[in-house]
């Protein structure tokens, strides 16, 4: 078991975490240590990762993995090239949530298309939604019959000195009727932010490796932490050699 995981924070929290990356090496030992409840990934990430094989790469993680969720992302931006992608996508196994934006490119609406995949049984995954009202239109479209994630980016509501949090308690409130819908916090960008996700009611997050290996910190004493602090400064400034 990686030695930066606090099993306590498994009795904490209800929330789901999902792995949100393409490393298969990291992917495995988030894996094997039982922590995370499925993965997410996008073509960002898998380029990031040095993927060159779209669906080798998928076919090998869902080899690995073929117990917990795990999204991948269509990458046309023409709604039927979209389409005939998310179809193939969807019949690589039966853990699998296809990825659709909110939008393409050219900022047109893929709730048709969403609405038409879902009603026909496709589990998606609706990803990039930034607004309540991007929300609402998902809401409406997916089937109440299908399972659906809907990603809502707080860390990028963050980056723009918006508050995420009200926006995700309305997304909540939105889908809560949707009992096949869940609400996944996407764009995780700390800690606190898993506690604040479970706090809004969704019922995923997606957390990179950096943030999983802060759980260590996990409700560590304040004073032993400003200790720690003030320790690494002086032993950054020995090793160095300054001096005045």
């Known amino acids: 078991m ?3 995981i606090n099993m306590d924070f498994m009795r904490k929290f209800k929330i789901k975490l ?5 490393d298969l090496k990291v992917m495995k030992e988030l894996y094997d240590a039982k922590l995370i409840s499925g993965f997410t990934t996008n073509p960002t990430l898998m380029r990031n990762a040095g993927v060159t094989n779209y669906e080798a790469f998928a076919k090998s993680a869902l ?5 917990v969720p795990i999204s991948f992302e269509v990458f046309s931006d023409d709604f039927t090239a ?23 490119t050219k900022g047109e609406s893929s709730l048709n298309l969403i609405k ?7 589990k998606l995954n609706i990803t990039a939604i930034l607004t309540i009202d991007q929300v609402k239109g998902v809401s409406n479209a997916v089937s109440d019959s ?4 809907v990603s809502v980016f707080a860390g990028r509501i963050a980056d723009t000195g918006r508050d995420p949090v009200p926006v995700m308690k309305s997304s909540y ?11 996944l916090w996407a764009s995780s960008r700390e800690l606190f932010n898993i506690m604040q996700a479970e706090d809004c009611g969704c019922h995923i997050i997606t957390v990179t490796n950096e943030i999983l290996k802060k759980l260590k910190m996990l409700d560590k004493d304040l004073n032993e932490l400003s200790l720690d602090t003030v320790k690494m400064f002086y032993n950054d400034a020995k090793s160095m050699g300054y001096n005045l």
């Open 82 to 104: 979209m389409e005939k992608e998310a179809r193939k996508i969807s019949r690589w196994g039966d853990n699998v949530y296809t990825k659709i934006p909110i939008t393409n």
């Open 116 to 122: 038409k995949l879902s009603a026909e049984g496709l």
């Open 18 to 22: 999902f792995g949100d990356g393409a």
């Open 63 to 67: 080899e690995m993995f073929p117990d």
């Open 173 to 183: 409130a939105i889908l809560k009727q949707k009992k096949h819908s869940e609400l």
């Open 146 to 149: 299908t399972p659906s994630i």
């Open 2 to 4: 990686p030695r930066f």
